[in-house]
């Protein structure tokens, strides 16, 4: 079975820093895809980045990053010159291309400080 | 632009009482999922729907839940006999094609008391 493990509950940087959010999964499967996910105080879960696993370029997505590791089954999500806005839970999510569910981490709070 | 939405965005129910959460998923779109996230914990899978059918259900999708796309446009989660353990947030999603990302709409907030 497909897990996905996020270590850290919580991060706090200051703002205009840059923070990396840690990912990593365990799959048998060659083909898949990953997310992240932001979930602000709003709750609503919106789409940060995804990336297919056949690529081997990192998904870029403005301020957001990733470095994806597929042997090592990494998927760490950077975040660049971070902003107040960018407090939220981040989820990290694996989906499986037989059924297209969607298996997610723990999440971790991400804490922007002025 | 396109969102899925979801009402009602709070619903208080008496324990052994149905509720039916609703979704509007985005037009186009033919995949529908519902998530559950209790306070605090993970996200949880609970159900995939696809051309009129159930594509996948997770263990605790279990007799007690059953979903429906009753008229083209919505999509229903509904509960019967509501137990104290399904407070929770409850997510909609849908995408428009296999393998593509779920938009997910705001979530319902279901306590059951």
């Known amino acids: 079975a497909q897990t996905v493990t996020q270590s850290q509950p919580e991060m706090s940087v200051q703002e205009a820093e840059t923070v990396t959010l840690s990912c990593t999964y365990d799959?048998?499967?060659?083909?898949?895809?990953l997310f992240w996910y932001k979930q602000p105080p709003s709750r609503q879960m919106i789409l940060v980045i995804r990336?297919?696993?056949?690529k081997q370029q990192n998904a870029t997505e403005n301020r957001f990053s990733v470095n994806f590791q597929k042997a090592a089954k990494s998927f760490s999500l950077k975040i660049s010159d971070s902003q107040l806005g960018d407090t939220a839970m981040y989820f990290c999510?694996?989906?499986?291309?037989?059924?297209?569910?969607?298996?997610w981490g723990a999440g971790t709070k991400l804490i922007i400080k002025p | 632009e396109p969102e899925v939405t979801q009402t009602p965005s709070h619903q208080v129910t008496q324990m052994g009482q149905e509720v039916i959460l609703r979704c509007v998923p985005i037009?186009?779109?033919?995949?529908f999922y519902w998530y559950r996230q209790i306070l605090g914990q993970k996200v949880e899978f609970l159900v995939s729907?696809?051309?009129?059918?159930?594509?996948?259900k997770s263990e605790i999708f279990d007799d007690q839940f059953s979903v429906e796309r009753p008229d083209g446009s919505n999509f229903t989660l509904k509960i019967r006999s509501t137990k104290l353990e399904d407070s929770a947030m409850y997510f909609c999603?849908?995408?428009?094609?296999?393998?593509?990302?779920?938009?997910f709409g705001q979530g319902t907030r279901l306590t059951v008391v």
């Open positions: 990336q297919e696993a056949y």
């Open positions: 999603a849908s995408s428009e094609r296999e393998g593509t990302e779920a938009f």
């Open positions: 729907f696809y051309n009129n059918e159930i594509s996948e």
């Open positions: 999510a694996f989906m499986k291309l037989d059924n297209y569910q969607l298996i």
């Open positions: 037009s186009n779109h033919l995949y």
């Open positions: 799959t048998s499967e060659s083909n898949y895809y």
